[in-house]
């Protein structure tokens, strides 16, 4: 992944904003148990025939500070204090019932801590024993007889169907919750992922630069070295053999003249060369123009000289890329020109430049004599001139790749791909 696309993807995470409801939902949740409780004890207050009213109201401060230390101060949370906590409330709440009836409003409290304190299917047993607590208020205490052992079975069951569908829906609405929280988690975690993901990235493009910038120094001395020994030495070498030539044959003016005319010859095509290495040193092209204009004119060049075709073709939206990557490709375009040149023969040669999302590729394709890559692979390394080898070496500098495919009497197609680098990546 590059560091652009890392960087889109860390921005499009979302960030976890409360709405109202989660705002309040704590201090209702927190509040409905004391309000229940105060609402039960002054009804039980107004009526001046209600029994027990005294022992009723000590148990209902009892029931206030065992849910203010359990439950306001989340012990309750902590598994097994939740059953004990629960426990506690159903026995508090249950002797309540016992003694005044209008308690039943505060046992309602206990589905909505059987669904929210209980862990597990803790939860089921907690809210039968709340249903057995609110039916028994609802009876008007426990059952003594037939008719009110029915009514007690019926407001049973109805409280238990009314508790399991609201703790149902509950325990929906909690599971998405914790899911949604977990999800905000998880893309918080790829968020900080990616940050760091980016910074290391910039780290490498920079290392990988700095690297390729310091290599490249010994490469261009390692190249003109042998440039200067497969051409410059070779052609001075030659232009001597003919000179000595010519004034040993100072009798014969056929001879001489072929002899100078071939040193003459000699001499143009390594000023030819001298030419060529001197232009493969000069960056200010790049500095002036983009990548694919300063192909189409190499390519132009190239073909007036050797008198072939050459034709520059780009595909994708052609971008600013850093000098390093922009410089390799143009020294692998002239290298690949360079090798048709002198080993080819070729009639029409095509290059094709091609800006993807992540690379960038040159494809230098000839309809020349070919040769086998396997072969060639086997040479030693002073053979046959610098060619592909110092394209290789400068595309791997890079972390590209560089692919050869070729066949005798069928051509050959060069193919080097570099990684994206922007031009602000210095």
């Known amino acids: 992944m590059s560091a652009e696309t890392a960087e889109e993807v860390a921005v499009a995470i979302p960030r976890a904003t409360p709405t109202v409801w989660e705002r309040v939902q704590g201090p209702v949740y927190d509040a409905i148990p004391y309000f229940v409780l105060i609402l039960s004890a002054l009804l039980t207050l107004a009526n001046p025939d209600q029994a027990g009213r005294g022992p009723a109201l000590a148990l209902s401060a009892l029931a206030a500070v065992w849910i203010y230390l359990m439950v306001t101060r989340r012990v309750a949370e902590r598994h097994p204090l939740g059953l004990v906590y629960f426990a506690g409330f159903t026995a508090l709440a249950g002797a309540l019932v016992l003694l005044a009836p209008p308690f039943g409003i505060f046992a309602w409290v206990g589905y909505l801590h059987a669904v929210g304190i209980l862990p597990g299917w803790w939860k089921i047993p907690g809210v039968v024993a709340t249903a057995v607590v609110v039916a028994t208020s609802q009876a008007g205490g426990i059952p003594h007889d037939q008719a009110t052992t029915s009514l007690f079975l019926v407001l049973f069951v109805v409280n238990v169907c009314l508790a399991g569908v609201l703790g149902a829906f509950a325990l929906v609405d909690v599971r998405r919750s914790a899911e949604q929280k977990k999800t905000i988690e998880q ?3 790829a968020n900080r992922k990616l940050e760091a993901m980016m910074a290391e990235n910039a780290g490498l493009q920079a290392q990988l630069l700095t690297q390729a910038r310091e290599a490249g120094v010994l490469d261009e001395r ?3 070295a042998r440039e200067i020994h497969d051409t410059l030495a070779q052609g001075l070498t030659g232009i001597i053999t003919q000179l000595e030539a010519a004034r040993q044959a100072a009798n014969d003016p056929s001879a001489w003249r072929r002899h100078l005319d071939n040193a003459s010859t000699l001499a143009r095509e390594s000023l030819r060369e001298a030419r060529r290495s001197v232009q493969a040193l000069r960056t200010e092209a790049l500095d002036t123009a983009r990548l694919p204009e300063v192909l189409a004119e190499l390519a132009r ?3 007036e000289v050797h008198g072939v ?6 595909t994708g939206e052609p971008r600013p890329l850093h000098p390093e990557v922009e410089m390799t490709l143009l020294r692998t375009a002239q290298e690949a020109l360079t090798n048709v040149a002198k080993h080819a023969g070729a009639s029409r040669v ?11 590729a040159l494809d230098v394709r000839d309809d020349g004599a070919g040769f086998d890559p396997a072969r060639l692979s086997e040479q030693a390394p002073g053979e046959g001139g610098f060619g592909l080898l110092a394209m290789r070496q400068r595309v ?3 972390a590209g790749r560089l ?3 070729s066949r005798p009497g069928a051509g050959t197609a060069i193919s080097a791909s570099v ?3 922007p031009a602000e990546a210095r």
């Open 309 to 314: 075709a050459a034709e520059v073709t780009t």
């Open 222 to 224: 390692q190249r003109m």
């Open 403 to 405: 692919d050869v495919e």
């Open 187 to 189: 893309l918080a975690e």
């Open 396 to 398: 791997r500098r890079l």
């Open 301 to 303: 060049r190239w073909a």
């Open 350 to 360: 095509g290059l094709t430049l091609s800006y993807m999302e992540d690379v960038v």
């Open 419 to 421: 990684p994206v680098i």
